[in-house]
């Protein structure tokens, strides 16, 4: 009897420990007093947008729109951006306006035919407070950044309050890789960060707010509970977008997010193994490639490989590489895997061409002219580790996570 009953007092014990210990998003770290806050009266009656896709949930599946709904929140307008609300619209793809068909609540899509728009001048006269809850990628060429960067400059335009609900990077503490030449912002390099930034959505907020708009929004950031920026995420919560559809594609985005866009190299895109592999195809008359070389500078940066063909439904030929898994990556320097990958495909006698948009992605115009060898290692390498210590210096003061970012430099 008394061992139950210590039994019982044990159990408790460690619920109640784990409790105080567990990690929440910034969605479950909302309190009641916080959203009667950003009311002058302290009351509810303010209108909503609520700037999320299907990545807006809490770790239970939950979504961000029912949640908010339930705490009284008056919620006008749910807005999106690239791949949509459900997160199924391919990439580059015209995202249209809809409907929530559970809540009935008007979807509007800022993403028109590749390009970011803003949230028009009417529909932020009549929102009072954004919310913003999406899940980032880690890299910077991943458009939410971009969708939040519009919003913050729509509310400090129009006076509004910006809530950020906080989210982990899933690429953990490291950040590399070069900023953005100003004459290459866009919607896929909005601002001169690092391409792998190492920073939470709510800190990029933080700085976007500080060192980036002309005028400061009113932002509010709901941070996470017992976050560490080296915390290992196990998987997605849900798929990102159809081609980041699990933690592993996520984590190969960190290089392959770039590669991808050197033709002929394949890494998968619509495929079940999108940013998991690299390939040629078998017809490509230059191919020359000894991939167990190539196998061998992925184990020296604890990148697993073996062999892998796949017949490409998009381009109707087998193509030919590597499989690949990321072990830990946090201790995996992409960007300079990237140069290696890339030395590796010249050295082969690989000719490169580039899609449309690579040096917008890359933010410089350096690593196109590395890649075709009118650029030497060495000025990339000065460009990138420069930019890097002028960014940690005014960054420092968006950070809200221990330990600090990793600033990466290039050797």
Known sequence: MKLSVLMRLFVSFLFFFNSLYAFKLGIENISDEFLRSLSPDKSLKYNVALVTNQTGCDQKGNRTVDILL??????????????????????????????????????????????????????????DVFFFDMQDSGMRHYTKITT??????????????????????????????????????????IAPIPIRHGMTIGEIAWYFNKHVLDKPADLHVVKMENYSRDM?????????????????????????????????????????????????????????????????IFTQYGVHSVPYSYMSDRKKNVHSGLRLQV?????????????????FFKKSGLNFTFSPTFDKAAGTLLLRKFCMGTCPRTKLVRNVNDGLDQFIKNARDAFMYLPEPQVVKLK
């Open 70 to 127: 339930s705490k009284r929140l008056q919620i006008k307008h749910i807005i999106t951006s690239e791949h949509g609300f459900s997160g199924t619209v391919p990439a580059n793809r015209r995202v249209g306006h809809e409907i929530d068909k559970k809540t009935k609540i008007p979807i509007y899509s800022l993403y028109k035919d590749g390009v970011m728009e803003t949230v028009p001048s009417d529909m932020a006269a009549n929102i």
């Open 327 to 343: 072990a830990d990556i946090n201790s995996l320097p992409s960007f300079s895997l990237l140069l290696d990958i890339i030395d």
């Open 148 to 189: 939040l960067h519009k919003i913050l400059r729509v509310a400090s335009a129009h006076d509004k309050k910006v809530v950020v609900l906080d989210r982990p990077n899933p690429l953990g503490p490291n950040m590399e890789g070069p900023l953005v030449d100003p004459l290459l912002i866009s919607s896929i390099s």
């Open 232 to 296: 290992k995420m196990k998987e997605l919560l849900v798929a990102l977008s159809p081609n980041v559809h699990c933690l592993e594609s996520c984590l190969g985005y960190s290089f392959l997010g770039i590669l991808g866009d050197i033709r002929p190299l394949d890494v998968g895109v619509d495929t079940d193994l999108s940013f998991q592999c690299i390939t040629i195809p078998d017809t490509h008359p230059s191919v020359r490639c000894n991939w167990n070389q190539l196998r061998t």
